[in-house]
């Protein structure tokens, strides 16, 4: 059995175990961290996970991260200073955080999302150099009601999460699932 199907295993075994219902928003977080060359896989396989999480009977929608950057960007007054000196966009990355905010909020009020939906994030990958995930998260996890699963490329041990196994690294209360896990 390749990696993405033992993280499909694991996932499935822990997303149909009853969820708490005073769970603190960190704690309604589940990281499914595999290694950043299955990225492809993963994607091809995001709709058996979807089939997984019905199966023990949890809403499903997915919000895709891949494209926000660039559709930030093209919208920024001056954005072809920014394409011809990327150094001047650190001081506007916030304001790239507060967009995917908005578009986060935008999509749960279009798919209309309860305590028993997972919401699930991919294209976390593309924010490596941009934003911290861990930002991201702890922006967006409030506004889950059910469980956020973030589909992480990279890297976690000892209760250290590494985005694309880059040097920055960050502790996080998220409920870790890897393809090494018992399923």
Known sequence: MNRIRRL??????????????DAAPAQ???FCVYNENE???????????????????????????????AEWLSR???????YRKPDLL?????????????????FLQTVGVN???VVALKGVGSLFGLLKV????????????GRLVVFFPGTFENN????????DGWNYLAVPITADMEA
Do not use: C
Request: proline residues 3%.
């Open 90 to 106: 650190a001081t506007l990355l916030p304001q790239y955080l507060d967009y995917i905010e908005g578009r986060f909020r935008q």
């Open 76 to 82: 920024q007054r001056y954005a072809e200073s920014y």
């Open 134 to 145: 861990k930002a991201v998260v702890d922006k967006l996890a409030p506004m889950v009601k």
């Open 39 to 69: 990225e492809l896989r993963l994607r091809a396989k995001i709709d058996e996970f979807e089939i997984a999480t019905r199966e023990s009977g949890h809403e499903w929608s997915v919000f895709d991260l891949t494209d926000t950057f």
């Open 115 to 117: 305590e028993g939906s």
């Open 160 to 167: 250290n999460y590494r985005l694309l196994d880059g040097y």
């Open 8 to 21: 499909l295993a694991s996932y499935a075994k822990f997303i149909s175990v009853p969820w708490r219902d």
């Open 28 to 30: 309604r977080v589940i």
